[in-house]
T-cell receptor
Framework: NAGVTQTPKFQVLKTGQSMTLQCAQD?????MYWYRQDPGMGLRLIYY???????DKGEVPNGYNVSRLNKREFSLRLESAAPSQTSVYFC??????????????FGPGTRLTVL | AQSVTQLGSHVSVSEGALVLLRCNYS??????LFWYVQYPNQGLQLLLK??????LVKGINGFEAEFKKSETSFHLTKPSAHMSDAAEYFC???????????FGSGTRLQVQP
């Protein structure tokens, strides 16, 4: 099993450009998550999906959209990138329907720089 | 609202010394508590978690943590540090009704030879 995979690993954008971060998991998990990690701030939840066809906002959703394409894939889109979105983005998945005790499994991250 | 405070953004220990990483939380309901580790250029992986039952929780790689409700703490310990323990450690909290974790800001552990 590959676990949680993310593409691309690195990306540089100019302000105003758009892009989609891809995430896939092969563990047949129900829930998927997108976090951003900034220095000194830990991880903050952007969006999550408790099951195929459902998505919910997290702590910092502004400037982002998500799509739960199927059970395996959960993409994050930046429509008009801003320098404040420079960060490392992590996708995660968990077996349950987003329960509070679920163990989350993380991908390797995408390092995004917006100039 | 929940919050997590990790005291010390950087901790340095000698190889073979005790590792103690501190985590305090605030939650209005009984919490579920997690420690995750992040090795350089990798995603996070679960070290251990407390949900219910025994308050001393053992995890992978010789780490353990004790839930102390009276102190609202969930400190992570390891009796003897190894060079391979050098990483960043995150404490996180959740509770019934929430679907996501609230993370602390992380503690970077350095192990000196």
């Amino acid at each position: 099993n590959a676990g949680v995979t993310q593409t691309p690993k690195f990306q540089v954008l100019k302000t105003g450009q758009s892009m989609t971060l891809q995430c896939a998991q092969d563990m047949n998990h129900n829930s998927m998550y997108w976090y951003r990690q900034d220095p000194g701030m830990g991880l903050r939840l952007i969006y999550y999906s408790a099951s195929e066809g459902t998505t919910d906002k997290g702590e910092v959703p502004n400037g982002y959209n998500v799509s739960r394409l199927n059970k395996r894939e959960f993409s994050l889109r930046l429509e008009s990138a801003a320098p404040s979105q420079t960060s490392v983005y992590f996708c995660a998945s968990s077996e349950g329907l987003g329960g509070a005790t679920d163990t989350q499994y993380f991908g390797p991250g995408t390092r995004l720089t917006v100039l | 609202a929940q919050s997590v405070t990790q005291l010390g953004s950087h901790v340095s220990v000698s190889e073979g010394a005790l590792v103690l990483l501190r985590c305090n939380y605030s939650s209005s309901v009984p919490p579920y508590l997690f420690w995750y580790v992040q090795y350089p250029n990798q995603g996070l992986q679960l070290l251990l978690k407390y949900t219910t039952g025994a308050t001393l929780v053992k995890g992978i790689n010789g780490f353990e943590a004790e839930f102390k409700k009276s102190e609202t703490s969930f400190h992570l310990t390891k009796p003897s540090a190894h060079m391979s323990d050098a990483a960043e450690y995150f404490c996180a909290v959740s509770d019934t009704g929430r679907r996501a974790l609230t993370f602390g800001s992380g503690t970077r552990l350095q192990v000196q030879p």
